[in-house]
């Protein structure tokens, strides 16, 4: 307040000058100056902070000055051809109105030079990227701002350790996993709100763990072993975790649409493909450690590309994009590229990693009398395990089965090939399938071949059976194969006419649905046990857009979603077999995702052990199924009831009303009694109809 | 049970009802004519014929001998069910939407709609001596409706008051007496479409276009039990001797996109009046459902659909034999 007061006082002294000048508008002068004894105790940073805010420092003027260190280092002789190169580079950025190169008795450079820019934005620039810019070999340049300086002037000589940060609890990540009866957890997405739910699938009914209305802005995804839950937002990325779904980090990339995460759940890709208006550097992907939070890399990729961008091993050690005509494999945790650079293929058209070792399998396209070819390449040495020549390929589709025991390669090929305006038109098209047998000598290769078109493509998750839906509508036909050592790949069974366009295994195998998804497909189910290929069930769900399996493969969900259509949206639990459990139908219904579970600890022989033994773990689940069936039904028998005493209770009043009035009613209709339909037997008339039984016709001749 | 499908209309089904034997069924469509039918065999008793437009609202007395009608063609008719004579006829300024007699039948109500500048009135007459004349008799009493339209009505046993379902959602209880509102709630968010009397009228089921029909007390419009649906729903029934409701709706055809008869859902629903659960489903019609109604002796039900068809279903044993256990 007595600085304001002062104020006040300080610009009236101002006007008190000008006053003067022309007093005669104010006859009374007011007394402006101190009174006796006044101590100014008002700091001039008080005062004047603004101002003072633009009083000249030493580093004004340098602001545009750029240091560049790692510099050749040249005599006197060669001193001009370095400026011309030196300027040659630093020119880009803006004008430069000043440069200095410190030289030593003998007149040789000192290695340094500054450079002076015609204003402080293109000094930044040039600093942003010269910074460790490769002159040759033996120099990289070391690029700072002049006025950097003072910053590092202020560093204190002496160190002191940082302070040790409290220990947070971040709970049980992995509590989900401890539910004895292996209930999963899946989220519901609804768009009106941006409600989210989290829901176990406990029996007979699911149970609610968490709604939050606006958790997400968009949808949310799980990360590969569900450990986290991920949120989008504008700001960029949420994580949640632990029993009570608390945040655990956030990662900000504005506008962010994509993400991705690494096999382990060590890194997270985010993808912000429009960028933020308000700050232009962001980049475009950035990959971030989810335990520290810390941003490791960041890339701007040019041009649109297929997300994600960014393929990892299965390890986490590796991740890998393509390129023109490069394969650039980077390494973790240093981020940079492997052995420092990309691998030069020529024609990479596609890749994938094993999901079990770090083995990538490419493809590359035609090029003039070079054929086409998939390469198997391990991961850190470069060998090449298998190269397959391949002819007349049009598209190759890689698909590694989930156990990472056998690589098929969808390959498309024709007959014919015009070129016109530039386009490729491919006729005659026929496909192959090539089998490649990971775990085998020499890995052999074996193919089949299909004259039809090829709808879809599907390994068994663990096994050796694969799925094809082939054909061309209405005769669409689904084919199962299975994969032997040393042979080519037998049919195992063809169902014909099918009204299905995708195929869903369950993650054990064994079982599949032939769905038929969106508008065309027309929600037709088949729940099929490809052990002896027996159609368990067929039934539908008309406008169905996803198929879901649990993560143990026990249910399926399929729903629809409000993403493709806006009436009937919701979901349908499925036992495996195609029994029905649940309908729901939730209103502005857009995303059912179950959550991930990490695979087993279990070893193979464990594993079998209990898969022997299994008929003597059935009758106690059989049991506890019995008891959780007759205690629900017990628990609606009960709510029934208790609904009828409710209702019943509220009917006595009215029916004892009803009776009292039944003079007045009989008053109304001249004293005949209506109330029961043969109440009133004195007016009863029979009357005969006919019916209708047959026609017979007779031609009478 | 294989129902009778009663062919005679050439519109969308609008209304149907049962005389109080059940012995009849009367049906009324936007064809003009409403039609009168055995219940028994399905065998067409006879038509209506004057109606210059769409039949909205039909209603038979508890003696049979009198049919009330009204239409878009801005009348209201009463005739002589034997006969099927017209015995009187009343002008209104606007469509008539919902008509019915009083449980003496000596009076009738109808309501006209909100229309040509017109607003929504409920016109209460004298039917004891209908001839030519009614035409220029003063109702007994003209209650203006200030607000959304009667979209459905429905008059108590001892002919003191009327209950209006609106096209908000509202219903609100009218004393005769006075012609003053008595009570009101708005429970739906949408039209009613139809509003049914059970048994002894001490309750009465509601059909809304907010998918929902809903179980009401007649005395103080408490909301007893809602039954869900995914669809709009346009007629609901109780019936006389279990505690089932039968709804029946479907989407609107104008809404209806792709051809599927999936998408629109155009079954009868079953559903336990008390427990609220669903119990079973009847198929047939091939557009939404517009009007249901249960035999008065609770054996069998008829519907009337957008389809122009009526199909009287008689229920098997198995549907009597049927109970939720609690």
């Not at chain 1, 040759?136 to 204190?156: A, C, G, M, R, W």
């Not at chain 1, 082939?470 to 040393?486: K, L």
């Amino acid at each position: 307040m007595a600085k304001k007061k002062l104020e006040d006082k300080n610009s009236q002294n101002g006007d008190n000058t000008k006053n003067e000048d022309d007093s005669s508008s104010n006859d009374e002068e007011p007394n402006f100056s101190d009174p006796e004894g006044f101590v100014d105790d008002i700091t001039e940073e008080e005062l004047i902070g603004d101002i003072l805010k633009t009083k000249p420092k030493e580093t004004d003027g340098v602001e545009s000055v750029i240091v560049v260190d790692g510099v050749p280092v040249v005599g006197p002789n060669r001193i001009e051809k370095l400026k011309s190169v030196i300027n040659k580079i630093f020119v880009k950025f803006g004008s430069i109105v000043n440069e200095f190169y410190p030289v030593d008795e003998q007149g040789s450079t000192k290695g340094y030079i500054f450079i002076e820019y015609s204003s402080p934005v293109h000094a930044a620039e040039a600093v942003k990227l010269t910074s460790n810019f490769k002159l040759d070999k033996q120099h990289t340049f070391q690029v700072n701002l002049f006025t950097d300086f003072s910053k590092y002037e202020s560093i204190p000589d002496k160190w002191e350790p940082p302070e040790p940060q409290p220990y947070q609890d971040q709970n049980d990540l992995h509590y989900y996993l401890l539910e004895p009866d292996a209930y999963d957890q899946f989220a519901v997405v609804t768009v009106q709100a941006q409600f989210v739910q989290i829901w176990q699938n406990t029996q007979p009914d699911p149970t609610m763990v968490e709604e939050r209305s606006s958790w997400t802005q968009t949808y949310v995804k799980w990360s590969p072993l569900g450990t986290y839950l991920s949120t989008f937002h504008k700001l960029g990325i949420a994580l949640w975790a632990g029993p009570n779904f608390d945040q655990y980090k956030k990662f900000a990339h504005a506008h962010v649409q994509f993400i991705d995460y690494s096999p382990c759940e060590k890194y997270l890709v985010t993808y912000s493909p429009q960028g933020d208006p308000y700050n232009p550097d962001q980049k475009k992907i950035i990959i971030w450690d989810i335990r520290t939070g810390q941003e490791k890399r960041s890339f701007n990729p040019e041009g649109p590309s297929a997300w994600p961008i960014f393929r990892w091993s299965h390890d986490d050690k590796y991740f890998a994009r393509i390129g023109n005509d490069v394969l650039s494999i980077y390494e973790t945790p240093s981020f940079g590229l492997l052995d420092k650079k990309s691998i030069k293929i020529n024609g990479i058209r596609d890749f994938n990693w094993s999901p079990t070792d770090n083995v990538v399998a490419y493809w590359v396209a035609e090029d003039k009398d070079v054929p086409a070819s998939v390469t198997l390449l391990e991961i850190p040495n470069r060998n090449e395990t298998r190269k397959k020549n391949l002819f007349n390929v049009a598209d190759c589709k890689i698909h590694w089965q989930k156990s990472g025991d056998y690589l098929c390669v969808k390959v498309d090929r024709y007959s014919k090939v015009r070129k016109e305006k530039n386009e490729i038109k491919y006729s005659g098209m026929y496909c192959n399938f090539e089998i490649f047998h990971m775990r085998e000598k020499q890995i052999p290769v074996d193919s089949v071949e299909s004259k039809e078109p090829i709808q879809c493509f599907a390994w068994e998750p663990v096994g050796s059976k694969f799925g094809i839906i082939h054909g061309e509508s209405p005769s669409i036909n689904v084919s199962f194969y299975e994969v032997r050592q040393g042979q080519a790949p037998i049919l195992l069974k063809k169902f014909d006419k099918r009204a299905c366009n995708r195929l869903h295994w369950s993650p054990n195998g064994q079982y599949i649905v032939l769905a038929g998804v969106g508008t065309n497909g027309g929600g037709s189910l088949e729940f099929v046990d490809t052990h002896e290929f027996l159609v368990m069930n067929t039934t539908d769900h008309f406008q169905m857009s996803d198929v879901e399996w649990d993560p143990t493969g026990r249910y399926v969900v399929t729903g629809v979603s409000y993403w493709k259509t806006k009436v009937d949206t919701g979901y349908w639990i499925w036992s495996f077999q195609g029994k029905i459990l649940k309908r729901i139908n939730l209103e502005k219904f857009a995303q059912l995702l179950w959550r991930p579970r990490p695979s087993t600890l279990l070893s193979e022989e464990k594993q079998r052990e209990i898969k022997k033994n299994l008929k003597k773990y059935y009758a106690q689940f059989e049991s506890k199924d019995r008891m959780r069936q007759s205690k629900a039904s017990k628990e609606l028998i009960e709510k029934r009831a208790a609904l009828m005493d409710k209702f019943n209770d509220i009917r006595q009043k009215r029916i004892k009303q009803y009776v009292e009035n039944k003079a007045r009613r009989l008053a109304l209709r001249n004293n005949v009694d209506t109330d029961e339909l043969d109440a009133d037997t004195e007016n009863v008339e029979e009357e005969i109809v006919e019916f209708f039984i047959k026609e017979e016709v007779t031609i009478v001749e | 049970m294989k129902p009778l499908m009663l062919q005679g209309h050439e519109r969308a089904i609008t209304q149907i009802k049962y005389n109080r034997e059940g012995d009849l069924l009367f049906s009324s469509s936007k064809d003009n004519k409403p039609n009168v039918w055995y219940s028994l065999n399905g065998e067409r008793l006879g038509s209506f014929n004057g109606h210059q437009g769409a039949v909205w609202c039909i209603d038979v007395d508890w003696t049979t001998t009198r049919f009330l009608s009204g239409a878009g063609d801005n009348t209201c008719k009463i005739w002589d069910c034997e006969t099927g004579k017209e015995i009187g006829n009343i002008v209104t300024n606007s469509s008539v939407r919902t008509c019915m007699f009083s449980y003496s039948a000596n009076m009738a109500v109808y309501t006209t709609d909100k229309a040509m500048k017109q607003p929504c009135e409920m016109f209460i007459i004298d039917v004891r001596n209908v001839d030519e004349s009614i035409s220029h008799q003063d109702p007994i009493l003209r209650i203006p409706i200030n607000g959304p339209r009667v979209s459905s009505i429905l008059w108590d046993n001892l002919d003191e008051s009327i209950i209006t379902g609106h096209e908000n959602g509202e219903i609100i209880t009218w004393d005769l007496k006075t012609g003053k509102k008595m009570n009101s709630v708005k429970e739906h968010d949408s039209l009613i479409n139809d509003m049914q009397w059970n048994k002894d009228a001490t309750m009465f089921i509601t059909a809304s276009k907010d998918h929902t029909a809903k179980l009401f007390d007649a005395e103080s419009l408490a909301l007893l039990k809602t039954y869900k649906t995914e669809r709009p729903v346009n007629s609901a029934a109780i019936s006389p001797i279990a505690e089932h409701v039968v709804v029946g709706g479907g989407q609107d055809a104008m809404d209806v996109t792709t051809t599927s008869a999936r998408v629109g859902k155009f079954d009868s629903r079953f559903f336990h009046m008390v427990f609220e659960e669903e119990f079973g489903r009847v198929k047939g019609h091939f557009g939404p459902i517009n009007s249901v109604a249960f035999h008065p002796d609770g054996k069998s039900y008829s519907s009337g659909g957008e389809d122009g068809y009526v199909r009287v279903h008689n229920f098997d044993s198995s549907y009597f034999e049927y109970n939720l256990d609690y």
